[in-house]
T-cell receptor, first 114, second 113 residues
Framework: AQSVTQLGSHVSVSEGALVLLRCNYSSSVPPYLFWYVQYPNQGLQLLLKYTSAATLVKGINGFEAEFKKSETSFHLTKPSAHMSDAAEYFCAVSDVNSGYALNFGKGTSLLVTP | KAGVTQTPRYLIKTRGQQVTLSCSPISGHRSVSWYQQTPGQGLQFLFEYFSETQRNKGNFPGRFSGRQFSNSRSEMNVSTLELGDSALYLC????????????FGEGSRLTVL
Protein backbone atom coordinates (compact mmCIF):
# COMPACT_ATOMS: atom_id res chain seq x y z
CA ALA A 1 0.00 0.00 0.00
CA GLN A 2 1.16 3.51 -0.71
CA SER A 3 1.73 6.13 1.95
CA VAL A 4 3.10 9.62 2.45
CA THR A 5 4.97 11.06 5.41
CA GLN A 6 5.45 14.77 5.85
CA LEU A 7 8.12 15.59 8.40
CA GLY A 8 7.16 18.55 10.57
CA SER A 9 3.55 19.54 11.05
CA HIS A 10 4.63 23.16 11.50
CA VAL A 11 7.49 25.00 9.83
CA SER A 12 8.41 28.63 10.50
CA VAL A 13 10.69 30.68 8.26
CA SER A 14 11.59 34.33 7.99
CA GLU A 15 10.52 36.31 4.97
CA GLY A 16 13.22 35.94 2.32
CA ALA A 17 14.57 32.69 3.76
CA LEU A 18 14.65 29.30 2.10
CA VAL A 19 11.52 27.19 2.37
CA LEU A 20 12.03 23.42 2.69
CA LEU A 21 9.07 21.14 3.30
CA ARG A 22 9.86 17.44 3.52
CA CYS A 23 7.91 14.56 2.03
CA ASN A 24 8.73 10.87 1.87
CA TYR A 25 6.57 8.33 0.11
CA SER A 26 6.20 4.63 -0.30
CA SER A 27 4.75 2.92 -3.31
CA SER A 28 5.25 -0.52 -4.77
CA VAL A 29 4.79 0.76 -8.32
CA PRO A 30 5.95 3.94 -10.07
CA PRO A 31 4.19 6.80 -8.34
CA TYR A 32 2.77 10.11 -9.35
CA LEU A 33 3.66 12.73 -6.73
CA PHE A 34 2.04 16.06 -6.00
CA TRP A 35 2.23 19.07 -3.78
CA TYR A 36 -1.00 20.91 -3.05
CA VAL A 37 -1.49 24.13 -1.07
CA GLN A 38 -4.52 25.11 0.98
CA TYR A 39 -5.20 28.65 2.15
CA PRO A 40 -7.61 29.21 5.05
CA ASN A 41 -11.22 28.42 4.24
CA GLN A 42 -10.36 27.38 0.70
CA GLY A 43 -9.93 24.19 -1.28
CA LEU A 44 -6.65 22.75 -2.45
CA GLN A 45 -4.61 24.13 -5.31
CA LEU A 46 -2.03 22.14 -7.24
CA LEU A 47 1.49 23.54 -6.84
CA LEU A 48 3.37 20.97 -8.90
CA LYS A 49 3.39 17.35 -9.97
CA TYR A 50 5.85 14.59 -10.83
CA THR A 51 4.67 12.10 -13.42
CA SER A 52 7.85 10.23 -14.39
CA ALA A 53 9.31 12.87 -16.67
CA ALA A 54 11.94 15.29 -15.32
CA THR A 55 12.96 14.62 -11.73
CA LEU A 56 13.22 18.34 -10.93
CA VAL A 57 9.76 19.78 -11.17
CA LYS A 58 8.96 23.47 -11.24
CA GLY A 59 5.59 24.69 -10.09
CA ILE A 60 3.69 27.87 -9.52
CA ASN A 61 4.72 30.75 -7.27
CA GLY A 62 8.42 29.88 -7.47
CA PHE A 63 8.15 26.45 -5.85
CA GLU A 64 10.00 23.40 -7.06
CA ALA A 65 10.49 19.80 -5.94
CA GLU A 66 12.95 17.06 -6.74
CA PHE A 67 11.99 13.42 -7.08
CA LYS A 68 14.69 11.19 -5.57
CA LYS A 69 13.84 7.56 -6.05
CA SER A 70 16.79 6.29 -4.00
CA GLU A 71 15.60 8.32 -1.02
CA THR A 72 11.87 7.95 -1.78
CA SER A 73 11.58 11.67 -1.27
CA PHE A 74 9.84 14.57 -2.95
CA HIS A 75 10.80 17.64 -0.91
CA LEU A 76 9.32 21.04 -1.75
CA THR A 77 11.55 24.11 -1.86
CA LYS A 78 11.38 27.80 -2.57
CA PRO A 79 14.50 29.99 -2.49
CA SER A 80 12.90 33.01 -0.85
CA ALA A 81 9.76 32.92 1.29
CA HIS A 82 7.04 35.49 0.87
CA MET A 83 4.43 36.43 3.42
CA SER A 84 1.78 35.20 1.00
CA ASP A 85 3.27 31.69 1.14
CA ALA A 86 1.81 31.12 4.61
CA ALA A 87 -0.59 28.22 4.16
CA GLU A 88 -1.03 24.47 4.66
CA TYR A 89 0.96 22.29 2.27
CA PHE A 90 0.06 18.72 1.41
CA CYS A 91 2.18 16.12 -0.30
CA ALA A 92 0.25 13.37 -2.08
CA VAL A 93 0.92 10.18 -3.99
CA SER A 94 -1.16 8.26 -6.47
CA ASP A 95 -0.51 5.16 -8.51
CA VAL A 96 -2.21 2.54 -10.62
CA ASN A 97 -2.86 0.29 -7.61
CA SER A 98 -4.97 2.96 -5.92
CA GLY A 99 -6.84 3.75 -9.12
CA TYR A 100 -4.96 7.03 -9.03
CA ALA A 101 -6.84 8.26 -5.96
CA LEU A 102 -4.72 10.74 -4.06
CA ASN A 103 -3.22 9.57 -0.77
CA PHE A 104 -2.32 12.69 1.20
CA GLY A 105 0.18 13.34 3.91
CA LYS A 106 -0.97 14.98 7.14
CA GLY A 107 0.11 18.39 5.94
CA THR A 108 2.67 21.00 6.97
CA SER A 109 1.60 24.42 8.14
CA LEU A 110 4.04 27.07 6.91
CA LEU A 111 4.37 30.25 8.92
CA VAL A 112 6.31 33.16 7.43
CA THR A 113 7.51 35.81 9.85
CA PRO A 114 8.55 39.35 8.89
CA LYS B 1 -13.72 29.63 -16.90
CA ALA B 2 -15.63 28.92 -13.73
CA GLY B 3 -14.01 26.67 -11.16
CA VAL B 4 -15.47 23.77 -9.24
CA THR B 5 -18.58 24.91 -7.41
CA GLN B 6 -19.82 23.24 -4.25
CA THR B 7 -23.09 23.88 -2.47
CA PRO B 8 -23.93 24.47 0.24
CA ARG B 9 -20.73 25.95 1.68
CA TYR B 10 -21.81 25.49 5.29
CA LEU B 11 -24.47 23.38 6.92
CA ILE B 12 -25.44 22.10 10.33
CA LYS B 13 -27.25 18.83 10.89
CA THR B 14 -28.10 16.68 13.88
CA ARG B 15 -27.20 13.08 14.49
CA GLY B 16 -29.36 10.62 12.57
CA GLN B 17 -30.23 13.04 9.79
CA GLN B 18 -29.01 12.73 6.25
CA VAL B 19 -27.31 15.28 4.03
CA THR B 20 -26.78 15.81 0.32
CA LEU B 21 -23.90 17.85 -1.02
CA SER B 22 -23.63 19.08 -4.58
CA CYS B 23 -20.69 19.65 -6.88
CA SER B 24 -20.51 21.24 -10.33
CA PRO B 25 -17.20 20.47 -12.03
CA ILE B 26 -15.27 22.69 -14.36
CA SER B 27 -16.90 22.77 -17.78
CA GLY B 28 -15.59 19.89 -19.87
CA HIS B 29 -14.36 17.87 -16.91
CA ARG B 30 -15.89 14.41 -16.74
CA SER B 31 -14.25 13.00 -13.64
CA VAL B 32 -15.42 14.07 -10.19
CA SER B 33 -13.79 12.95 -6.95
CA TRP B 34 -14.82 13.53 -3.35
CA TYR B 35 -12.54 13.84 -0.33
CA GLN B 36 -13.24 14.23 3.37
CA GLN B 37 -10.97 16.49 5.42
CA THR B 38 -10.90 16.32 9.22
CA PRO B 39 -8.32 17.51 11.76
CA GLY B 40 -7.78 13.97 13.02
CA GLN B 41 -7.74 11.88 9.86
CA GLY B 42 -6.61 14.50 7.37
CA LEU B 43 -7.66 14.19 3.74
CA GLN B 44 -9.27 10.90 2.80
CA PHE B 45 -10.58 9.72 -0.55
CA LEU B 46 -14.28 8.92 -0.70
CA PHE B 47 -15.04 8.06 -4.32
CA GLU B 48 -14.59 9.02 -7.95
CA TYR B 49 -17.18 9.18 -10.70
CA PHE B 50 -16.60 9.25 -14.44
CA SER B 51 -19.36 9.30 -17.03
CA GLU B 52 -22.02 8.58 -14.40
CA THR B 53 -20.18 5.48 -13.15
CA GLN B 54 -18.34 5.04 -9.90
CA ARG B 55 -14.80 4.31 -10.97
CA ASN B 56 -13.08 4.12 -7.61
CA LYS B 57 -14.08 3.99 -3.97
CA GLY B 58 -12.30 4.67 -0.70
CA ASN B 59 -12.66 2.92 2.61
CA PHE B 60 -15.83 4.50 3.96
CA PRO B 61 -19.01 2.84 5.24
CA GLY B 62 -22.05 2.40 3.05
CA ARG B 63 -23.68 5.43 4.65
CA PHE B 64 -21.58 7.46 2.25
CA SER B 65 -22.80 7.34 -1.31
CA GLY B 66 -22.64 9.41 -4.43
CA ARG B 67 -23.78 9.73 -7.96
CA GLN B 68 -23.00 11.63 -11.11
CA PHE B 69 -25.42 13.02 -13.63
CA SER B 70 -25.17 13.17 -17.41
CA ASN B 71 -23.96 16.78 -17.23
CA SER B 72 -21.07 15.61 -14.96
CA ARG B 73 -22.52 17.30 -11.88
CA SER B 74 -22.18 15.12 -8.82
CA GLU B 75 -23.85 14.69 -5.47
CA MET B 76 -22.78 12.86 -2.38
CA ASN B 77 -25.08 11.72 0.35
CA VAL B 78 -24.40 10.78 3.93
CA SER B 79 -27.19 8.99 5.77
CA THR B 80 -27.67 8.48 9.49
CA LEU B 81 -25.19 11.19 10.36
CA GLU B 82 -22.75 10.67 13.21
CA LEU B 83 -20.77 13.27 15.13
CA GLY B 84 -17.61 11.99 13.44
CA ASP B 85 -18.96 12.94 10.04
CA SER B 86 -18.31 16.59 10.84
CA ALA B 87 -15.77 17.58 8.23
CA LEU B 88 -14.94 19.63 5.19
CA TYR B 89 -16.08 17.72 2.13
CA LEU B 90 -14.07 18.60 -0.95
CA CYS B 91 -15.05 17.93 -4.51
CA UNK B 92 -12.47 17.88 -7.29
CA UNK B 93 -12.65 17.47 -11.03
CA UNK B 94 -10.38 16.60 -13.90
CA UNK B 95 -10.82 16.21 -17.63
CA UNK B 96 -10.71 12.47 -18.15
CA UNK B 97 -8.29 9.89 -16.87
CA UNK B 98 -7.58 10.71 -13.26
CA UNK B 99 -3.86 10.76 -12.47
CA UNK B 100 -4.20 12.88 -9.36
CA UNK B 101 -3.97 16.30 -10.97
CA UNK B 102 -7.21 17.66 -9.61
CA UNK B 103 -9.00 20.98 -9.45
CA PHE B 104 -10.67 21.38 -6.07
CA GLY B 105 -13.70 23.33 -5.00
CA GLU B 106 -13.78 25.31 -1.77
CA GLY B 107 -15.66 22.58 0.03
CA SER B 108 -18.81 22.09 2.02
CA ARG B 109 -18.30 22.32 5.75
CA LEU B 110 -20.65 19.98 7.58
CA THR B 111 -21.19 20.21 11.32
CA VAL B 112 -23.09 17.41 13.01
CA LEU B 113 -24.54 18.19 16.44
Amino acid sequence: AQSVTQLGSHVSVSEGALVLLRCNYSSSVPPYLFWYVQYPNQGLQLLLKYTSAATLVKGINGFEAEFKKSETSFHLTKPSAHMSDAAEYFCAVSDVNSGYALNFGKGTSLLVTP
Amino acid sequence: KAGVTQTPRYLIKTRGQQVTLSCSPISGHRSVSWYQQTPGQGLQFLFEYFSETQRNKGNFPGRFSGRQFSNSRSEMNVSTLELGDSALYLCASTVGRNTGELFFGEGSRLTVL
